[in-house]
Nanobody, 124 residues
Framework: VQLQASGGGLVQPGGSLRLSCAAS????????MAWLRQAPGKEREFVAR????????YYASSVKGRFRISRDNAKNTLYLQMNNLQPEDTAVYLC??????????????????WGQGTLVTVSS
């Protein structure tokens, strides 16, 4: 199984980036997918999650209204559109696949597969 995240980079505050996560070796459409992030010196935190088929999604309060998670099951790819980026969004962003029941708290999700992460740096 491979989850290949890409699209990170350096962006100024207020800017936008679109992350992608290409999946292979798993039945992508059978897994809920999520983005998490880990900033330097901080614990990993949940960002967003999307249902395997319905498109239902939810976000951490810190990114709600600025980030949008989506997926294309035909292309086995997960996306994260990030707008109005702020310095506190600086982190390594990771994609992950889970088969935990929908509706549980983010802290209760067990992620079966992880990607390697892509670095997002927001700085002027």
């Amino acid at each position: 199984v491979q989850l290949q995240a890409s699209g990170g980079g350096l962006v100024q505050p207020g800017g936008s980036l679109r992350l992608s996560c290409a999946a292979s070796g798993l039945a992508f459409r059978n897994y809920n997918m999520a983005w998490l992030r880990q900033a330097p010196g901080k614990e990993r935190e949940f960002v967003a999650r999307i249902h395997r088929s319905s498109g239902s999604n939810y976000y951490a309060s810190s990114v709600k209204g600025r980030f949008r998670i989506s997926r294309d099951n035909a292309k086995n790819t997960l996306y994260l559109q990030m707008n109005n980026l702020q310095p506190e969004d600086t982190a390594v962003y990771l994609c992950a696949a889970d088969s935990t029941a929908w509706g549980v708290n983010a802290e209760q999700i067990f992620y079966r597969y992880w990607g390697q992460g892509t670095l997002v740096t927001v700085s002027s």
